[in-house]
């Protein structure tokens, strides 16, 4: 913060400033030429906007999670808040005291370049507010990729007794042999396992065995590495 004071012709003398814990700053002790009598006045000190740390450059693939620290601070101490302009993939968490978070979960279908911006705002009547931009790439998953993905999801389906063990494991077996094949590039026979990994869990959603949006998220995920070998979209 700083003052700034213009003295004029005739204004010779000391002057001595104190700042308030109210952000004011007091001017004491100021006696002009040819009197006894000191001068005494307040003036108010700016208030400045936030301060946020910077984000470089993003990167992430298709299928995974990724979080991304926001850090803002204000030089009052002013409580602040947080708003974001981002991708649907991506939401925003607001901890509080300038703190926060992008939470960013890109389908298999969000490869591409994103630029995204935060805002730290503060609490006061003027809402003196700072911005950073960053940008986000999603990278394409390879279908390797793809099928580890899917792998991951059913175990935690499992873990949290979703799925029962003996339809993780089966479904889990149809991914081991499609990934098996890829490896050795034989994409015809890959491509089958897939297909018969959508007809299995399409029936243990009709039959009540998997959630049908878990069941659907599974599916996609078993298309985009379809799609990602060639075979069209199913």
């Known amino acids: ?47 400045a906007p936030p301060n946020i740390v910077a984000v470089p450059h993003q990167t992430m693939v298709e299928g995974q999670h990724l979080n991304i620290s926001i850090e803002a601070s204000d030089p009052e101490g002013e409580p602040l ?15 509080g005291h300038g703190s926060g978070r992008l939470e960013c979960n890109p389908g298999y279908e969000d490869g591409g370049n994103y630029s995204l911006s935060v805002t730290a705002t503060e609490d006061t009547p003027e809402q ?6 960053f940008l986000l790439t999603v990278t394409d998953a390879m279908p390797e990729e793809v099928l580890e993905n899917i792998s991951t999801e059913i175990e935690q389906l499992v ?44 029936a243990l ?18 298309r985009a590495a379809i799609e990602g070998l060639g075979g069209g979209r199913p």
């Open 159 to 202: 873990d949290e007794g979703v799925v029962s063990s003996g339809n993780g494991n089966a479904l889990a077996r149809i991914l081991d042999s499609a990934l098996d094949h890829i490896e050795e590039d034989k994409v015809q026979p890959a491509l089958g396992q897939l297909k018969a990994f959508i007809n299995s869990v399409n």
């Open 205 to 222: 959603v009709r039959s009540g065995r998997i959630p049908a949006e878990e069941g659907q998220a599974l599916i996609d995920a078993a």
């Open 128 to 133: 003196l507010s700072a911005t950073i931009e």
């Open 1 to 47: 913060n700083v003052v700034h004071w213009l003295p004029t012709l005739g204004d010779g003398g000391s002057v001595a400033w104190d700042l308030s814990d109210d952000g004011m700053a007091v001017g004491r002790s100021w006696t002009p030429p040819h009197s006894e009598d000191p001068v005494f006045w307040t003036a108010r000190i700016a208030n």
């Open 81 to 95: 808040s947080l708003s974001a302009e981002i991708p649907l993939f991506c939401t925003l968490v607001d901890s």
